[in-house]
């Protein structure tokens, strides 16, 4: 391994400390933006999601099933609530390639819920790794929901020393709604950015 190893997740701002950032807790970095999603939920999308994973329950396959257990409609399943039908499309015409270069680990822009939002007050690091993520779930999704993704709230910086190097634990909080207003899911996503140490 090269000594001045690169790392396609370096990030943060050499202006911030870890203590910037420690202080940030409690902060919502989304700028006040929402992420719409493109699409309203259709029945065709949730048929295909629960095919693969031959997902059986009959609330997602039938309304009048739905109906009957005192559902608005044909239910979407919880597992596709995050990264199904909360986001936004990956690429449309106009739009920067995600494939600037022909490196197999090469990776353009992506669609986030703080897209648009203010710069989180990190120092610069070398490496991220999604380590956990919550979910909890409130108002069930239905075909003919559109939902919009919410905030970008730090809740909490753990500084940790690890056996990889020294970073921070580090966990924000959006809230997914439907298009009446009503909360449908809470996501809660961690993650450790960190830089590697010098062993002597």
């Not at 065709?44 to 994973?53: D, I, T």
Request: hydrophobic residues 30%; charged residues 25%; contains cysteine.
């Amino acid at each position: 391994m090269a000594e001045e190893e690169i790392s396609s997740n370096r990030g943060g701002n050499p202006k911030y400390t870890w203590d910037d950032f420690v202080a940030a807790v409690g902060k919502d970095f989304s700028g006040g933006n929402e992420l719409v999603s493109d699409e309203v939920i259709e029945y065709s999308s949730v048929m295909r999601f629960c095919e693969p994973w031959e997902i059986g329950n009959p609330i997602y396959w039938s309304k009048q099933a739905a109906n009957r257990l005192g559902y608005r409609g044909t239910v979407t399943p919880w597992s596709a609530i995050r990264l199904t039908f909360s986001t936004a499309g990956r690429w449309k015409p106009g739009d920067e390639t995600h494939f600037p270069t022909p490196e197999p680990n090469a990776s353009g822009p992506m669609h986030t819920f703080s897209e648009g939002g203010e710069e989180l007050p990190m120092p610069p690091y070398a490496y991220s790794i999604a380590t956990n993520m919550k979910i909890e779930f409130f108002e069930p999704a239905c075909v003919g929901d559109r939902l919009t993704a919410r905030g970008e709230k730090l809740v909490n910086v753990v500084l940790k020393r690890t056996r990889v190097g020294f970073g921070a634990f580090h966990t924000r909080e959006r809230r997914i709604y439907n298009q009446r207003g009503e909360l449908v899911a809470r996501v809660s996503s961690t993650s450790y950015s960190y830089n590697r140490e010098q062993r002597g």
